[in-house]
């Protein structure tokens, strides 16, 4: 490797709006403040709600179809 050309990876705290901190190591030199984390985002903590996009998908592809061109499969 060459000599002065690579960035200092020093530890780091990363802080969550939830409260949640742990320590990474980061060429960024100060504390990382983040809005979601694994300990509190809806997808991970499974209070996730399922949307149900099928039928506006149908519904577009209804609408802006053209005439004459084949159906996809669903």
């Not at 020093?10 to 969550?16: F, G, L």
């Not at 509190?40 to 053209?66: L, M, N, S, W």
């Amino acid at each position: 490797m060459k000599v002065k050309i690579h960035p200092e990876y020093n530890e780091i705290t990363v802080t969550c709006s939830c409260g949640s901190s742990w320590t990474t190591r980061s060429t960024l030199n100060k504390d990382l403040h983040v809005e979601v984390c694994s300990a509190c985002h809806p997808f991970y903590t499974g209070k996730q709600k399922i949307v149900d996009t099928a039928g506006r998908v149908e519904k577009f592809r209804q609408k802006y179809a053209r005439k004459g061109a084949p159906k996809a499969a669903a």
